[in-house]
């Protein structure tokens, strides 16, 4: 994939750290939303005083006005940022720029097509410093969507949450709540279509994840950009993930284990075969007796991809990831 982040900084300047609310929003052709979305959270910003605040616009490659309504809107509010992609590279491109460049210590990303209501912005605010929480996922407990999005909707959360070890009802919902520290410390493992599956990356991390009834709107403006397709890809997504989180740096544990029940396997089929040949004196060539040679043959197989993983692991992991902070 390619890469646009290639020129971003991390670099964090003593003035940034002063802003209190950072709202990240990716956006693609949604030009009849975006002043009416803006004078939303605008509202929301002047109501409650979060103050210093940036709001971070991802321009995902439109090909209508988006970027000439954005460019009208920062004329007019310097605390408009806007970071355009010359061409379409998903949302999780999107939000890892938004994550590196953001400076708020509260986060908060949303969808661009008011589907999302800024008015919750607060709500996660005061629920992140009640209950201690470093992220607060939406739930979109009463959606204004189609049955053919819900239902697998509710059957992707309900295996997620199962594989994941944490239960939410709405891992899909674009608006959330981020600590600083999460955002910085989770941005480098989204891509392709792992923004999915954020709160997991948050929760396997260490961090406090929770959750928090939202209000959905029904899309006023355009048609949605996803479609069911993205529930099959996001199955592959979960396994992937999960192998890499869990056993990136304990291969044998994967390979390993396949190694262990292809080798009982075809042990216990050719233990049959032998018990056979001990009994009858005869033994005659058959499939399951090939079957049965062949598992030990791709177990060992295994096992040597798990040693040879574990080596290329201790040589070039000279610096643990770990999450942690100072005091």
Not at 70 to 85: P, V, W
Request: net charge neutral; charged share 25%.
């Amino acid at each position: 994939m390619n890469n646009p982040m290639n020129s971003v900084t991390t670099e964090t300047s003593e003035l940034d750290r002063n802003i209190l609310l950072s709202v990240i929003i990716p956006l693609y052709n949604e030009e009849e939303s975006l002043t009416e979305l803006y004078n939303q959270i605008l509202t929301e910003v002047q109501t409650h005083d979060l103050a210093p605040y940036e709001l971070l616009f991802i321009n995902d490659g439109s090909i209508d006005n988006s970027l000439e309504i954005l460019s009208e809107l920062k004329s007019k509010d310097e605390n408009i940022r806007i970071i355009n992609f010359y061409r379409n590279y998903g949302k999780a491109a999107a939000l890892t720029v938004g994550f590196r460049l953001c400076r708020g210590e509260n986060i908060i990303t949303m969808d661009a097509d008011l589907q999302d209501d800024p008015k919750e912005i607060q709500k996660f605010i005061a629920l992140s410093e009640e209950k201690k929480l470093d992220m607060i996922s939406g739930w979109k407990k009463i959606r204004h969507d189609s049955l053919e999005k819900r239902l697998p909707s509710k059957f992707f959360n309900y295996i997620t949450s199962k594989v994941g070890g944490i239960t939410l009802h709405d891992f899909n919902c674009g608006l959330k709540f981020y600590k600083r520290k999460v955002v910085k410390s989770i941005f480098h493992l989204i891509y392709g279509d792992m923004h999915r599956f954020i709160p997991l990356l948050a929760h396997w991390s260490g961090f406090k994840v929770g959750e928090m009834v939202v209000r959905h709107h029904a899309r006023k403006h355009g048609i949605s950009k996803y479609g069911l397709g993205r529930y099959f890809h996001g199955f592959i997504d979960l396994l992937t993930l999960s192998l890499l989180s869990r056993y990136k740096s304990r291969p044998m544990h994967v390979f390993g284990g396949f190694g262990t029940l292809t080798l009982l396997a075809g042990m216990g089929i050719n233990v049959y075969f032998l018990i056979e040949w001990i009994m009858t004196q005869s033994l005659h060539i058959r499939p399951i007796m090939l079957l049965g040679i062949i598992l030990v043959v791709v177990s060992l197989q295994f096992f040597s991809l798990g040693f040879i993983s574990e080596i290329i692991i201790q040589r070039s992991s000279k610096d643990k990831d770990y999450n942690f902070e100072e005091f």
